[in-house]
């Protein structure tokens, strides 16, 4: 499979995100500047994270008009898998290929540690290497994480399965001290109702390794790659 | 030359820690009576050589496409002349 990772300026994850699928995946990751506007030879687009355009205004809403983001539409329309990781997540919001946006934390800091999130549905292409209901240990680093969205669209979101993480205890409960950041419903992770956009703010590249001290993150990416999924025949 | 001063605010019904924060603050300072701080932005854009309905017009479809988001934002503008 090919990965192309989009990098704005500001952005700084791109770098972890072409490690996990080069080295421990062994698939191809090109990373692709803001400015470009052809993306038609991949086949899963990654937004990392970072401070895409220093985050100016709000997060992701310099970068939604990136040049490239067109592309990345079309991608998003024709079918093809876009992964956006933290500030990636914020981009693709604030671009409305997800729903909702992420507001300041509640805790009035910054977090950076590991926290759990339950996988709530497998059955996309981003989870299906997780067991149902499955915990995975995953660290998240932001300021502004925690998602809202209106009582409407979260009805909806939970009615047709686009919640896909959340925050959880260690033993897979979603309890209100298990939520690090004051989310609405403990949601950690959305997709689009075609299920090809996932957005999340915890970051699996950083949990892909024995090494870093979990590797359930690995998970997403295997899903993607077991997905098999390569861009549509229409957008080439 | 027109300034348009726009006003973006959070929506009611959604928590600003941050103006949570503030009030605590000025309650810690002995201003009694504080219900509640919400935390804004302030912009100010200033046109040229456009007429007072043409800037309203724009200012608006500003504020609709980049200077606030609708999912959790509110905004208001005034214009000013000279």
Known sequence: MRFGIIVFPGSNCELDCQWVVERVLGQQADLIWHKEKDLKDYDCLILPGGFAHGDYLRTGAIARFSPVMKAVERHAEDGGLILGICNGFQVLCEAGLLPGALLRNTSLAFICRHVHVRVENTATPFTTACRPGQVLRVPINHNEGRYYVDPETLRQLNEKGQVILRYATTGGEITDGANPNGSLDNIAGVCNEGRNVLGLMPHPERAAEALLGSTSGLLLFESIVRSGRTASPMSR | ?82
Do not use: H, W
């Open chain 2, 1 to 82: 030359m027109i300034r348009a001063k726009v006003y973006v605010t959070l929506k009611k019904g959604v928590l600003d820690p941050q103006g949570e924060t503030v009030r605590g603050a000025l309650e810690t300072l002995g201003f009694a009576g504080v219900k509640d701080v919400r935390v804004g932005k302030f912009m100010v854009v200033t046109l040229n050589g456009v007429s007072r309905e043409e800037a309203s017009k724009r200012v608006e479809q500003m504020c609709k496409k980049l200077l606030a988001n609708p999912v959790i934002e509110d905004y208001r503008f005034e214009l000013e002349e000279g």
